[in-house]
């Protein structure tokens, strides 16, 4: 018998939105990092907000805005706008994030006017780290072998803001984008839409305004350890790694005499940065760069077994970077200035990571049974 095209709605309904969400869900896992992250952070957010006594009214919850933020990130929302759009019927969104069935969605400007408050109180790096810690808990780091590399990531900004900076004052430079024949640098030109991006261009890529972001892994599972962004340049990639490389050692027990290795591709291959690393008893596993010149590795470590280990294993790296690229929306970035860029790179490796420590759990659990 057919049955009848009809819509009929309950009045009331006594299920929980727990109960709309999958047992298995992959979402499931991840919440419960999350919120243990964010559980240990609340010292920090009780620091970023003026204390009760002085009255006011109560802000929304920095958990649930870095929760917001993250399934942005899990899931390609496009913008803030898109995403309380998708917040006000998902189900699942609301459920992440923390907001009943009948919560009302924030405005887009939420975000606007919070992301300062964060990025001041380096509440996202703090996040990160404590996912991070996580991983370290589980004993998925080795702590000892790490690789190191950096990505070019497009700015919110075009070539016809890219203009003179000793243009005449209230000069809207209508003709910018017509730069045929025409010499442009970094030192002479900078963007309106955004200063801190450079223009820059890597091989046989087009010149661009670009940002580059850098990430240092743990070989053992190539999980994240460290990211940041900078603006682009020939010597960002190998300052960076020495900033990464140094944080990581520090971080390790001082009582205990451990032998570090950095595996990297050939753009690191340079005297001062292999000598920075023997420096600091860092191994340095970088590639060899033979076209033409003789490399700063020396012979004895590029023979090692170690090395042919790290070289294999820095190749993970790139699984990140193309993550954050088509999932994370970091081929082109939708903020503009470098400390929001950083902010949302940052995010985007913490998601990176969340996913990973899901996917290596289900791996354990499966070889228990």
């Known amino acids: 018998m057919r049955g009848a095209d009809t819509f009929t709605e309950s009045l009331l309904t006594m299920r929980h939105l727990d109960d709309f969400v999958p047992a298995d869900h992959p979402l499931r896992v991840i919440r419960v990092m999350v919120n243990k992250a964010l559980t240990n952070m609340d010292e920090l957010f009780a620091r970023m907000y003026a204390a009760d006594i002085k009255g006011g009214r109560p802000s929304i919850a920095s958990e649930k805005l870095?929760?917001?933020m993250l399934i942005q990130v899990l899931y390609s929302v496009r913008s803030e706008r898109q995403l309380m759009e998708q917040t006000q019927y998902n189900l699942l969104f609301r459920w992440f994030i923390g907001l009943a069935m009948d919560d009302a969605v924030w405005v887009p400007?939420?975000?606007?006017?919070?992301?300062?408050?964060?990025?001041?109180?380096?509440a996202v790096i703090e996040f990160f780290n404590q996912i991070v810690q996580q991983a370290q808990e589980q004993e998925l780091l080795s702590g000892e072998h790490f690789s190191v590399d950096g990505t070019l990531i497009q700015a919110w900004a075009g070539h016809k803001s890219f203009v003179r900076k000793d243009r005449p004052e209230g000069d809207d430079d209508t003709d910018a984008g017509n730069f045929k024949d025409q010499k442009r640098s970094n030192e002479t030109h900078e963007s309106t839409t955004d200063g801190d991006a450079r223009l820059y261009r890597k091989g046989k890529t087009a010149s661009e305004l670009r940002f580059m972001g850098h990430t240092l892994i743990d070989n053992r599972h190539g999980l994240v350890v460290?990211?940041?962004?900078t603006q682009a340049d020939g010597y960002a990639e190998r300052e960076a790694a020495k900033v990464m490389i140094n944080d990581a050692r520090q971080?390790?027990?001082s009582d205990e005499p451990i032998a570090i290795t950095l595996g990297a591709d050939k753009g690191y291959d340079a005297k001062e940065f292999i000598q920075?690393?023997?420096e600091t008893k860092v191994l340095p596993h970088v590639a060899q760069n033979k076209s033409?010149?003789?490399?700063a590795v020396p012979d004895v470590i590029a023979d090692s077994e170690g090395y042919a280990i790290s070289q294999q294993k820095r190749k993970l790296i790139e699984q990140g970077f193309g993550w954050a690229k088509t999932v994370g929306h970091m081929r082109q970035v939708l903020v503009r200035g470098i400390k929001k860029v950083d902010q949302m790179f940052v995010l985007a490796m913490?998601?990176?990571?969340?996913?990973?420590?899901?996917?290596l759990g289900q791996i354990r659990l499966q070889g228990q049974m």
């Open 292 to 295: 033409g010149r003789q490399s």
């Open 251 to 253: 971080a390790l027990p």
């Open 226 to 229: 460290s990211a940041v962004v």
């Open 276 to 278: 920075a690393q023997q």
């Open 350 to 359: 913490a998601g990176y990571n969340l996913t990973r420590l899901r996917s």
């Open 66 to 68: 870095l929760r917001a």
């Open 109 to 122: 400007t939420v975000f606007s006017k919070n992301r300062e408050c964060l990025i001041e109180h380096d």
